[in-house]
């Protein structure tokens, strides 16, 4: 009887106790961001390509492409679409290394445009550049979208690529 006595304190003793668990959300130009379902992946020798979607009212896709262009030189492109005309659209793209045990920050370029640097109704962003002096390793590329839409609700999103090896 006292063992039945001390199992049943015991339970009780383990069923008050309660835990607390904080998730920290990432926020992008003042908005929670939220993770890209990443519906279609390409991978090469020298490119990889990714099609990030969102469930999002304004935000539709984002498309990265990382290409080894050859001597320590990355291609970096990418493609922002929305569902309809937006005030603002904000693109963060960082490229990335990784050291063995993470992946650490090379490159980090921010883009912004907003409706009246366009003529037609702002609902795509692109922007091509490359980077220059890298090192062998695996390189990945990371974005982070932020849009205003025309009724000032905001939405973010954020993906990436796989690894592409340079050589």
Do not use: P
């Not at 920290?24 to 990714?50: N, R």
């Not at 090379?106 to 980077?131: C, G, P, R």
């Amino acid at each position: 009887m006292k063992r039945i006595a001390h199992i049943l304190v015991a339970v009780i003793i383990m069923l008050s106790m309660t835990i607390n668990v904080w998730a920290q959300t990432e926020a992008y130009d003042g908005v929670d961001v939220e993770e890209a379902t990443i519906v279609s992946m390409k991978v090469s020798d020298d490119e990889v390509e990714v099609l990030g979607v969102t469930r999002g009212q304004y935000l539709s896709s984002v498309e990265l492409n990382l290409t080894d262009e050859g001597f320590g030189v990355a291609g970096i492109n990418a493609v922002v679409l929305c569902h309809e005309a937006m005030q603002k659209i904000r693109l963060r793209l960082t490229l990335e290394k990784y050291n063995g045990s993470s992946w650490v920050s090379i490159n980090e370029k921010e883009f912004l445009w907003t409706e009246d640097q366009v003529e037609d109704d702002l609902s795509m962003a692109v922007v091509s550049y490359k980077v220059g002096a890298l090192l062998k390793g695996d390189y990945r590329l990371r974005a982070n979208v932020a849009v205003r839409a025309l009724t000032l609700q905001s939405e973010a999103m954020t993906t990436r690529t796989g690894a592409l090896t340079f050589k």
